[in-house]
């Protein structure tokens, strides 16, 4: 979790006409799992139907204004191929009010929220968990402070336990880029579990609905309309509860987008990507206090599945939801078209639509959503095309210390339905006209403020700005304040960098010289922290600032890649909190000062103390932390 080391697996090709199983190579050299490492029996690849998460019902008449949901936390069975025996997974179930006794869901994942933009959600979250963990040995570890999983601070701080001694589950819901008020967040220190302990920051709206095992969190879907998602986000456990099965999609619809023209329907597809490991017996097997990254691909609960699709336009919404995996994906047509791979066309990003964006391949870090039109027309009848991850792609980017498992191939859409409803009268994506991304354009005094990925050991827990999540905020924002945030990254792999609340533009990035930062950052810690001896980021650059990826350039994002080596600049126009009320329930808005969280997406880095708090304050507040 912290930074072990493991395997890689490779996927055998199938040839034309045969099975194609997914079986393990060796791994490259200095890269062997630790001995006993588990590894999944072999699988026969797209045999099994690509699933779709069911849509959860809302409830109007609980509160006015607002659309009601009531979502349990539950342990239940799941088969995540035809070959393998059930697992136990965690999921979330809502609560059908047309028929209380069929409760929706699929027992792993949580079903999609479809709610409209503007009109607010609240939603009453129930956590009937056993109280012992599915990765209890994980949970064990953590508490007797094992260093490849506890997180140990840098001198002068002192560990402090990331959960009580007689909690092993507990969990809270954040709703991942959503515009929320902090008593709705679902930060991890809101924790609370199935028996009703509750964590230091745990809240709740309109108390006198809720059980000690309940929290009732309000949503403003005042956002672009865009594909949010919904995870859970226990204090200390948060990859384990992931891991398990606790995540979900949050789509917002605006009624304006119809004009636009899009696949609708089943011709919109969404696409949950993760990595999973299994025992011989199908059961989930977590490995990632041994190595980087689990050895099998997972789209929407099963293992290499397949699509069936018709010879036309297909809008995809893309989640990574891996722990720590990064894909770089294409869309491999290598027989059917004289080249390899079927282009597609960028329609959107975490926050919403941009600019449409025809492309071959992209990555995609763990938290990152993309909106993609994919033309199926474009290949002969009966072609399949594979959903692969380009060659040698390692779970951590650029993979330089990482040995995780290779994954090449993911799943697979069989050209094989004939053209329904009359032919295909969506728009060509290079007809289509979103709403244009405004530039955010920094000021000569835009306020940066720094975080550096520290790591005082390698292998080890890794802080920004050496020091702990524990610690209380230090970062004072003056409430509708432009920024610019610098993520320093001296490490050799990439980390996808969340924001809670706000969403950003990518700004640039700078490659650094990380060695001199790197040691004259520990001299710094070493002679006491004194503000004024800092290291000046301008005095390590080794080239100009490099412009954002395509795919990011005027995107919204509420999720960066801080590529290794370099400092990443994002900049976010206006730290406002939403202060109304929402449907009449009291206390439901933002106060301030207002504290939320930014973290890294590695979730196993997440738990180890990539996190830190920041602060909303009013206008005459002196704000605070590294910054210039």
């Given at each position: 979790?912290?930074?072990?080391?493991?395997?890689?697996?490779?996927?055998?090709?199938?040839?034309?006409?045969?099975?194609?199983?997914?079986?393990?190579?060796?791994?490259?050299?200095?890269?062997?799992?630790?001995?006993?490492?588990?590894?999944?029996?072999?699988?026969?690849?797209?045999?099994?139907?690509?699933?779709?998460?069911?849509?959860?019902?809302?409830?109007?008449?609980?509160?006015?204004?607002?659309?009601?949901?009531?979502?349990?936390?539950?342990?239940?069975?799941?088969?995540?191929?035809?070959?393998?025996?059930?697992?136990?997974?965690?999921?979330?179930?809502?609560?059908?009010?047309?028929?209380?006794?069929?409760?929706?869901?699929?027992?792993?994942?949580?079903?999609?929220?479809?709610?409209?933009?503007?009109?607010?959600?609240?939603?009453?979250?129930?956590?009937?968990?056993?109280?012992?963990?599915?990765?209890?040995?994980?949970?064990?570890?953590?508490?007797?402070?094992?260093?490849?999983?506890?997180?140990?601070?840098?001198?002068?701080?002192?560990?402090?336990?990331?959960?009580?001694?007689?909690?092993?589950?507990?969990?809270?819901?954040?709703?991942?880029?959503?515009?929320?008020?902090?008593?709705?967040?679902?930060?991890?220190?809101?924790?609370?579990?199935?028996?009703?302990?509750?964590?230091?920051?745990?809240?709740?709206?309109?108390?006198?609905?809720?059980?000690?095992?309940?929290?009732?969190?309000?949503?403003?879907?005042?956002?672009?309309?865009?594909?949010?998602?919904?995870?859970?986000?226990?204090?200390?456990?948060?990859?384990?509860?992931?891991?398990?099965?606790?995540?979900?999609?949050?789509?917002?619809?605006?009624?304006?987008?119809?004009?636009?023209?899009?696949?609708?329907?089943?011709?919109?597809?969404?696409?949950?990507?993760?990595?999973?490991?299994?025992?011989?017996?199908?059961?989930?097997?977590?490995?990632?206090?041994?190595?980087?990254?689990?050895?099998?691909?997972?789209?929407?609960?099963?293992?290499?599945?397949?699509?069936?699709?018709?010879?036309?336009?297909?809008?995809?919404?893309?989640?990574?939801?891996?722990?720590?995996?990064?894909?770089?994906?294409?869309?491999?047509?290598?027989?059917?078209?004289?080249?390899?791979?079927?282009?597609?066309?960028?329609?959107?990003?975490?926050?919403?639509?941009?600019?449409?964006?025809?492309?071959?391949?992209?990555?995609?870090?763990?938290?990152?959503?993309?909106?993609?039109?994919?033309?199926?027309?474009?290949?002969?009848?009966?072609?399949?095309?594979?959903?692969?991850?380009?060659?040698?792609?390692?779970?951590?980017?650029?993979?330089?210390?990482?040995?995780?498992?290779?994954?090449?191939?993911?799943?697979?859409?069989?050209?094989?339905?004939?053209?329904?409803?009359?032919?295909?009268?969506?728009?060509?994506?290079?007809?289509?006209?979103?709403?244009?991304?405004?530039?955010?354009?920094?000021?000569?005094?835009?306020?940066?403020?720094?975080?550096?990925?520290?790591?005082?050991?390698?292998?080890?827990?890794?802080?920004?700005?050496?020091?702990?999540?524990?610690?209380?905020?230090?970062?004072?924002?003056?409430?509708?304040?432009?920024?610019?945030?610098?993520?320093?990254?001296?490490?050799?792999?990439?980390?996808?960098?969340?924001?809670?609340?706000?969403?950003?533009?990518?700004?640039?990035?700078?490659?650094?010289?990380?060695?001199?930062?790197?040691?004259?950052?520990?001299?710094?810690i070493s002679g006491g922290r004194k503000p004024q001896d800092l290291p000046v980021l301008a005095n390590y650059f080794t080239g100009p600032p490099i412009p954002p990826d395509p795919d990011e350039a005027l995107s919204y994002k509420d999720t960066v890649k801080a590529y290794a080596e370099m400092v990443t600049r994002i900049i976010i126009e206006e730290f406002v909190p939403p202060k109304d009320e929402i449907a009449s329930i009291p206390d439901s808005g933002a106060t301030l000062p207002a504290t939320y969280i930014h973290h890294c997406h590695l979730l196993e880095h997440e738990d180890d103390d990539l996190m830190r708090p920041w602060t909303i304050v009013d206008g005459d507040h002196d704000s605070g932390g590294h910054g210039h």
């Amino acid at each position: 979790m912290a930074g072990g080391l493991g395997g890689a697996a490779m996927l055998s090709r199938g040839v034309l006409g045969t099975r194609a199983y997914a079986a393990p190579a060796h791994p490259p050299a200095g890269c062997e799992d630790p001995k006993g490492t588990q590894n999944t029996p072999p699988l026969e690849k797209f045999v099994d139907p690509l699933p779709r998460p069911m849509t959860a019902i809302s409830d109007p008449s609980v509160y006015p204004g607002a659309d009601y949901y009531e979502l349990t936390m539950r342990q239940g069975s799941w088969r995540f191929h035809r070959d393998l025996g059930l697992s136990r997974v965690w999921g979330y179930w809502a609560t059908n009010p047309h028929d209380p006794h069929n409760p929706i869901g699929m027992g792993y994942l949580g079903p999609t929220f479809s709610v409209t933009r503007g009109h607010p959600t609240v939603v009453k979250w129930r956590n009937e968990l056993p109280t012992t963990h599915m990765f209890q040995t994980v949970i064990d570890m953590i508490r007797n402070k094992k260093p490849v999983v506890a997180p140990i601070p840098p001198p002068p701080y002192k560990y402090v336990p990331q959960f009580p001694d007689d909690v092993n589950v507990w969990n809270v819901v954040h709703q991942h880029g959503g515009y929320t008020a902090p008593q709705s967040d679902g930060m991890p220190l809101q924790s609370f579990s199935p028996d009703g302990i509750h964590a230091e920051s745990y809240t709740t709206l309109d108390p006198s609905r809720v059980k000690p095992n309940e929290a009732i969190c309000a949503y403003t879907n005042h956002d672009h309309s865009c594909m949010l998602w919904y995870h859970d986000h226990g204090m200390g456990m948060t990859s384990l509860n992931v891991y398990a099965g606790l995540a979900g999609l949050y789509l917002i619809r605006d009624p304006a987008d119809e004009r636009l023209g899009l696949p609708r329907g089943e011709f919109e597809v969404p696409l949950i990507l993760q990595d999973r490991t299994f025992y011989e017996d199908g059961s989930l097997a977590y490995t990632m206090t041994a190595r980087e990254g689990e050895d099998t691909p997972v789209v929407n609960g099963k293992a290499y599945p397949f699509l069936a699709v018709e010879p036309r336009r297909y809008r995809l919404r893309i989640l990574n939801a891996s722990n720590e995996r990064f894909w770089r994906l294409r869309f491999d047509a290598k027989d059917a078209l004289l080249q390899p791979q079927l282009p597609f066309w960028l329609i959107g990003t975490d926050g919403g639509f941009r600019a449409p964006l025809q492309m071959l391949d992209f990555l995609i870090s763990p938290a990152e959503r993309y909106d993609l039109i994919v033309d199926f027309s474009r290949v002969p009848p009966n072609t399949k095309v594979t959903l692969t991850n380009y060659p040698g792609t390692q779970a951590h980017f650029p993979g330089v210390m990482g040995c995780g498992p290779e994954i090449a191939e993911i799943m697979q859409f069989q050209v094989t339905k004939p053209l329904s409803g009359g032919g295909d009268r969506t728009t060509p994506p290079d007809k289509l006209k979103p709403s244009a991304v405004a530039p955010i354009k920094p000021k000569p005094h835009t306020r940066r403020r720094e975080w550096v990925v520290y790591q005082h050991e390698l292998f080890r827990t890794m802080t920004f700005n050496a020091m702990p999540f524990m610690e209380p905020s230090q970062d004072f924002i003056k409430e509708g304040s432009t920024e610019i945030w610098e993520y320093i990254n001296p490490n050799h792999d990439a980390h996808p960098m969340h924001v809670h609340l706000v969403n950003f533009q990518v700004l640039d990035r700078q490659p650094i010289d990380s060695a001199a930062y790197q040691t004259d950052y520990e001299k710094w810690i070493s002679g006491g922290r004194k503000p004024q001896d800092l290291p000046v980021l301008a005095n390590y650059f080794t080239g100009p600032p490099i412009p954002p990826d395509p795919d990011e350039a005027l995107s919204y994002k509420d999720t960066v890649k801080a590529y290794a080596e370099m400092v990443t600049r994002i900049i976010i126009e206006e730290f406002v909190p939403p202060k109304d009320e929402i449907a009449s329930i009291p206390d439901s808005g933002a106060t301030l000062p207002a504290t939320y969280i930014h973290h890294c997406h590695l979730l196993e880095h997440e738990d180890d103390d990539l996190m830190r708090p920041w602060t909303i304050v009013d206008g005459d507040h002196d704000s605070g932390g590294h910054g210039h």
